[in-house]
């Protein structure tokens, strides 16, 4: 692009990542919320309608260099719906030399049919919900798969992927800093290329959030949470992964590369119930239930249900903070050039206090958190983006 | 048009007027409806529950808060007379209402309920009634009631009141059960009023109330003379002349008549723009009349308590000016000037009848403009002499001036009367023990029945002392209180110090000797209050520059989201900003997110520690 693009088209260049959600589970786990019917196999093949009409509006085919299967489970779907999938997905977008394909499965669903699919259809990397290795850990957490399955699944998988990512959770009433070792111990012993660790959110709605208000069970308390967390980010470090993002660790070379681009603030295109996307400066999220999405959009109607573009200043705001999530920070000179403003102008109060608080830390140009900092940034968020 | 031609033919003989007095809730408002429908001024199809109660803040609480008057028509023995009844409010904040009411009357119906018995309020306002030589009309009300105790109850009347028992009427003002022999017994036993209609133009301005069309509305009582419309007319006391463009009664809604004479209730309407004007207590007189004599007014309501409001967002000082005018206007009772504080910005000192009061008018501000406030908490106001001999009244913690040059720091003495069964005398000597009080007597007003009179500081009454009461007594103990001076007390100021600064706010007068127990509970309480921040905070107590408690609030350990991809960016945008919206309801004072619930917070006595 030349520099005498409009500002317009320089700060929103179409995008080259895309994102496909899949929102099926053979069961919905007590702490889930995501858009997803579990049980309803029967809507897949309306579901692959749909996606294909809906991607379909997007016009020529695109190039693009990162694709994300999300879901739900997008390894839940049979090998054969899943081949379907693929042809449909593929019709609207190329994916460039050196693309990064990545799809997430759950370990039971690892068999060789869906394998052989996923290597014929280029996957080239796969996201693996282990959760924990812990037995007792796994059943709290509703989950269909045993520790077992799970070495079985990854040996599968990485006879046709060699970029295998694993999922942890940790903060679970089992977590124990001598059991939340062992998963973490058990994971890096596959030498997975990247491993991503999520603190246990239970959110208003899910079955966890009512049993916990009951008392059924109670989460650890911030301290010891905050000491897991800081034992994974320890462990996982010295084990030579890198720290990139809040929840993300990789061996050198293996970030996820389309995540990065929603962390660093660019534009992707994005398909299926509930899925958001970022084009032209606007943010679109579909409708979240899957059933409406279906009837829209076969009805020929937008399965969009909300849809924002923010002031500049705004939007700048939100891309520092995003940003500042990932674990090397903010190029303060770039991040002027690309958003068209300082740091300063809009948060600079709130910047300067958290670098005195010792929460940001600012060296050679760069804006990063610090470890204080990474531990309580919701509450810097807050400050920052509500002027 | 035949009505206003009857009216002008009423002589004194053939008015009564009457106010209805009671402890809070025996039902005065109720009995004013049976009365009304009795007396046809309202028809059953007009009728609702406690009718006069019109203001929304007194249907919302069942309460009344604002005296009423209503004028209406009872022919008895072939004659038809003029009753004229003020409902009171029973509430101690609102006593001074009942004081203008009784000024106006020839009568006071004293109300009992069968059941609750004499209660604080009733003994209160019954010594006022006849300390204003009104005729008593001794009242059981809610005779209906299963368990109610009448006879007992008479009893109580006649031992507290002195009234004879046999002259006790009993009623419902539920089922209207005995209101016709009510009716008869005020045309019998309350004095109709003096008042000469031929004699120059005096009449009495008992209160007011703005209405939005027509400006002020004064409400009146004749003494003497006669008034017309187009009359001029001048206030007395605020030198104001002005034509009176309509008047009449109130039946309940406003009646226009064609003239007031002596001995009757009414209201004037004469194109005053601004309820200042309009002085409570003022005489009216004819314009050309240059002779004319001032009647005896009222005091001004004592203001007993005082906060400071402030808009959470300094941005609202301005919108919270005006919605405090604009309240000010129907309520001359609560007064507000600006004030600023180190730590809360611009806001105003306001000062209030009692708690409830404070209350239903942060309630209203709340309701009529969308300001978010921050209230401090509640103080009275104190007295000091300065070394320099120099008097100054102290309505914040703020204004004490230092330590070294106070010669002398008084603080307001209340005399109290706590009316309980027997039983719990000894739990409510204790509360008022503890509270500094000095016993002044005691009367048994049945076998079964206390009334312990103390005199204590207002602040320890004003904040707690009725709930506790409530509590000590099991919901049977009542009280009722009086100021009786100024009187010197060994006080401090307390201040607070919020990570080293001082949050002028949260400053509180008290006792010297209950400040280590008051700061060490105040930093306690604080300190919940107070939620984590990102860093440490220290919450102190001292007196002068020596710190006398303190408190830590541990910094926040982990608020992180863990996972955050493309679906999830706008969402937690927007929740974030969201979140630190709902900490703008906080004062932020020097980083420190302070919630409106912590300036109660220096209330906290600590009395559960002793
Ligand atoms: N059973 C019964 N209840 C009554 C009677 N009179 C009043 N009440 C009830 O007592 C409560 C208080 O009645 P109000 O008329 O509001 O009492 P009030 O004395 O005007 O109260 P304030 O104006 O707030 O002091 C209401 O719930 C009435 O319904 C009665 O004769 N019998
Ligand atoms: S497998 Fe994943 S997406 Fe499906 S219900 Fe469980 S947590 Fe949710
Ligand atoms: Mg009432």
Not at chain 1, 75 to 95: T, Y
Not at chain 1, 292 to 321: K, N
Not at chain 2, 92 to 120: H, I, N, P
Request: hydrophobic share 40%; with cysteine.
């Amino acid at each position: 692009m030349s520099d005498t693009a409009p500002i317009q088209t320089r700060q929103f260049p179409p995008p080259r990542a895309a994102y496909i959600h899949v929102p099926f589970c053979r069961r919905r786990c007590g702490y889930c919320t995501f858009t997803l019917l579990a049980n309803r196999d029967d809507l897949i093949d309306r579901y692959l309608l749909a996606l294909e009409r809906e991607l379909s509006l997007l016009g020529a085919r695109q190039e693009i260099d990162t694709l994300f299967f999300g879901g739900g489970t997008p390894s839940h779907l049979p090998a054969e719906q899943l081949e379907r999938l693929f042809e449909i997905v593929w019709k609207q977008f190329q994916l460039a030399d050196g693309y990064e394909c990545s799809l997430e499965a759950n370990p039971a669903d690892i068999n060789a049919a869906r394998m052989a699919v996923l290597r014929q259809y280029g996957v080239n990397r796969l996201s693996l919900g282990v959760q924990s290795f812990n037995a007792e850990k796994l059943r709290f957490l509703e989950r269909d798969h045993t520790a077992g399955e799970i070495y079985q699944a990854f040996e599968l998988a990485r006879e046709s992927i060699e970029n295998v990512s694993l999922d942890l959770i940790f903060a679970t009433p089992q977590d124990t800093p001598a059991a939340w070792r062992a998963d973490l111990q058990q994971a890096l012993s596959l030498s997975p290329a990247h491993i991503s660790v999520y603190g246990l959110t239970i959110e208003r709605g899910s079955t966890f959030w009512s049993r916990r208000e009951k008392g059924v069970f109670a989460s650890p308390e911030e301290d010891a949470e905050r000491r897991l967390f800081e034992q994974a980010i320890d462990t996982l470090t010295q084990a030579g992964f890198e720290h990139y993002e809040v929840s993300n660790f990789a061996q050198p070379g293996a970030r996820c590369r389309h995540n990065e681009t929603y962390w660093r603030g660019g534009s992707y295109f994005a398909a299926g119930p509930g899925a958001a996307r970022y084009v032209a400066g606007r943010r679109e999220t579909n409708h979240r239930s899957t059933t409406t999405y279906l009837q829209r959009v076969l009805a020929g109607e937008s399965p969009v249900a909300e849809s924002e573009r923010l002031a500049p200043p705004d939007l700048a705001r939100e891309r520092l903070v995003f940003a500042l999530r990932m674990m090397e920070g903010v190029d303060i000179t770039a991040f002027q050039n690309q958003t068209g403003f300082s740091i300063e102008e809009i948060a600079g109060r709130a910047v300067a206090q958290f670098v005195e608080w010792g929460l940001l830390s600012r060296t050679a140009g760069q804006l990063r958190l610090t470890r204080e900092g990474l531990m309580v940034s919701d509450s810097m968020w807050e400050r920052i983006l509500a002027v | 048009m035949t009505q206003i031609a009857r009216a002008a033919q009423i002589d004194c003989q053939h008015i009564r007027n009457f106010c209805i007095v009671a402890h809070i809730d025996h039902g005065k408002s109720t009995l004013a409806d049976r009365l009304l429908e009795f007396t046809g001024t309202v028809t059953r199809r007009e009728m609702k529950e406690q009718l006069l109660d019109d203001m929304d803040i007194e249907r919302e609480r069942g309460i009344t808060i604002k005296a009423r008057a209503v004028a209406m028509r009872f022919t008895f023995e072939g004659e038809t007379y003029e009753l004229n009844l003020i409902d009171t409010p029973g509430h101690v904040d609102f006593q001074y209402e009942v004081s203008r009411a009784l000024a106006c009357c020839e009568g006071a119906m004293l109300l009992v309920d069968a059941f609750q018995g004499v209660e604080a309020q009733t003994v209160a306002n019954g010594y006022a009634a006849m300390d204003n030589n009104l005729a008593i009309l001794p009242v059981i009300n809610k005779i209906d009631l299963k368990h109610q105790r009448a006879d007992e109850v008479a009893e109580e009347m006649e031992h507290s009141l002195g009234v004879d028992q046999d002259d006790v009427l009993r009623v419902s003002a539920k089922t209207g059960a005995g209101v016709q022999e009510l009716a008869e017994a005020i045309v019998r036993r309350v004095p109709p009023p003096k008042g000469d209609p031929e004699a120059p133009l005096q009449a009495m301005v008992f209160d007011s109330h703005y209405d939005e069309f027509r400006g002020a509305i004064t409400y009146v009582r004749m003494m003497n003379g006669t008034v017309r419309k187009g009359q001029k007319i001048r206030f007395l006391r605020a030198g104001m002349t002005r034509e009176v463009i309509e008047l009449g009664q109130f039946t309940p809604q406003r009646t226009a008549r064609r003239q007031l004479q002596a001995g009757q209730v009414g209201y004037l309407i004469c194109n005053i723009k601004a309820l200042d004007d309009v002085n409570i207590g003022d005489t009216i007189v004819d314009a050309a009349d240059e002779n004319a004599v001032a009647l005896q007014g009222y005091e001004e309501p004592k203001r007993m308590v005082y906060c400071g409001l402030y808009p959470s967002d300094g941005q609202d000082f301005s919108e919270l000016r005006d919605a405090l005018d604009k309240l000010a206007i129907n309520d001359p009772s609560f007064e507000f000037e600006p004030e600023s504080s180190e730590a809360l910005g611009f806001g105003f000192r306001c000062g209030f009848l009692g708690l409830l009061h404070m209350e239903i008018v942060q309630q209203r501000l709340e309701q009529e403009s969308d300001v978010d406030l921050v209230q401090t908490a509640p103080n009275v106001t104190y007295e000091v002499t300065k070394k320099n001999g120099e008097i100054i009244s102290v309505h914040r913690p703020q204004e004490v001036p230092d330590l070294g040059d106070i010669e002398e720091f008084r603080q307001p003495i209340v005399r109290v009367n706590l009316l309980q069964p027997v039983e719990f005398v000894g739990p409510v000597m204790k509360l008022c023990q503890e509270r500094r009080g000095v016993q002044h007597g005691t009367e048994y007003i049945s076998t079964t029945r206390v009334m312990l009179t103390y005199d204590l500081p207002l602040a320890e009454v004003i904040y707690d002392l009725h709930d506790k009461l409530k509590s000590a007594t099991r919901g049977y103990g009542t009280m009722d209180y009086e100021l009786l001076g100024y009187f010197p007390a060994d006080l401090v100021r307390l201040d607070i110090l919020v990570n080293g600064k001082r949050v002028d706010a949260l400053s509180v007068i008290c006792n010297r000797g209950d400040a280590d127990r008051r700061g060490r509970a105040v930093v306690k309480k604080l300190r919940s209050e107070i939620s984590r921040h990102m860093f440490e905070i220290a919450v102190q107590a001292a007196i002068g520059s020596r710190v006398i408690a303190r408190e830590t609030v541990k910094a926040m350990r982990k608020n992180v989201t863990a996972k955050c991809y493309g679906g999830d960016i706008s969402r937690k945008r927007k929740l974030w900003a969201k979140q630190k919206e709902g900490k703008k309801r906080m004062k932020s004072i020097g980083s420190v997110d302070i919630p409106q619930k912590a300036f109660m917070a220096v209330l906290d006595t600590g009395a559960n520690e002793k």
